[in-house]
């Protein structure tokens, strides 16, 4: 982490992820957050950072007090790492940190309970991101989304078999080959044939997860 400040360098950001255990939620845990860090990761090499995980991240003094710190956001459950990047990151100050000296493992969750209760304080940050910000992240969600839909809609009531099935294969192909060199740059293994499976299942949990958040708005 260190190696990667430079002149002007103020923020740093790492690959936070879940130590690997058996069964299929430690699976989608891993695929959700490595689908997470290549955006946020990816996002910021392209010179738009907008978030980073606690679990790995790093800035110096002077930013942190620029503006006291996390004081803007003590009423906040969680999200001070998520909106402290957020304010303060730019394309200048902020740099990645990809080398496998610089990851992390954590524990993960061990029921799905306790995942979608971590998964809502998480999401539930979103809506205090800028503008620009929620703009970028709903790229990815509604193309998936969309994409699916014309799917469907291909298949029935128009009866293209054949197109859909090509659609979905080279999606499928182009989303695996991605996967694959990020998980070998990330260090991750074991659920590289499943992501056909999560790349439909995922866009419905994170829907669900935001309707959830919406629900608990209204009701407090």
């Known amino acids: 982490i260190m190696a990667c400040y430079t002149d002007g360098t103020q923020i740093v950001l790492g690959y936070g992820g879940y130590e690997p255990r058996k069964g299929l939620l430690n699976k989608i845990i891993r695929f959700d957050t490595l689908t997470i860090a290549m955006q946020y990761m990816g996002w910021a090499k392209a010179g738009h950072p907008y978030m980073g995980v606690g679990r790995n991240m790093s800035y ?6 620029e503006k ?3 004081q803007s956001h003590y009423y ?10 957020n304010e303060r990151a730019t394309k200048r100050n902020t740099r990645i940190a990809t080398s496998s000296e610089s990851r992390t493992l954590s524990i993960p969750c061990e029921s799905f309970a306790q995942w979608v209760s971590q998964k809502k304080r998480h999401l539930s940050t979103w809506t205090y991101y800028r503008l620009g910000t929620k703009i ?4 990815e969600l509604m193309s998936r989304l969309l994409f699916y839909a014309v799917l469907i809609v291909a298949i029935y009531p128009f009866g293209l078999y054949i197109e859909a099935a090509a659609a979905f294969g080279f999606r499928m192909l182009v989303q695996m080959l991605v996967y694959k060199l990020n998980m070998r740059k990330f260090g991750e293994r074991g659920f590289l044939f499943l992501i056909p499976i999560f790349d439909i299942v995922l866009p419905i949990l994170q829907t669900a997860f935001n309707i959830l958040i919406l629900r608990d708005k209204r009701s407090q």
């Open 136 to 139: 970028i992240l709903s790229y």
């Open 68 to 70: 006291n710190g996390f």
């Open 60 to 65: 110096t003094r002077s930013i942190f007090f």
């Open 76 to 85: 906040l459950m969680s999200g001070d790492d998520d909106l402290f990047v």
